[in-house]
């Protein structure tokens, strides 16, 4: 199993009672605890894995992340993330 996919495994058992609210652990101060932060989190990490297949360097992986999630928290984390897969 990919890592990536723990992670949607992971959100989906979050997202299997249908909660009401949830709380992110990296938010920008003023955003809703509305749970479709489940679904935005399952389409980042998809993103990840689709880029990470087709960028040449980290710096374009993480570039071509920003530009499809320009208002995410913690770009230090992607930054580690696409790190990872360099090479």
Known sequence: MRRSDAW???LDKVESPKPR???AGHKRPGNEDHPRIIEDTRQY???FDRLV??????RELHV???????LRMNVNALWTSALAFEG
Request: proline share 5%.
């Open 8 to 10: 949607i495994a992971a």
């Open 45 to 47: 990490i998809r993103d």
């Open 53 to 58: 297949r087709t960028a040449t360097t980290v």
């Open 21 to 23: 609210t949830v709380i």
């Open 64 to 70: 071509q992340m920003l530009h499809l999630h320009p």
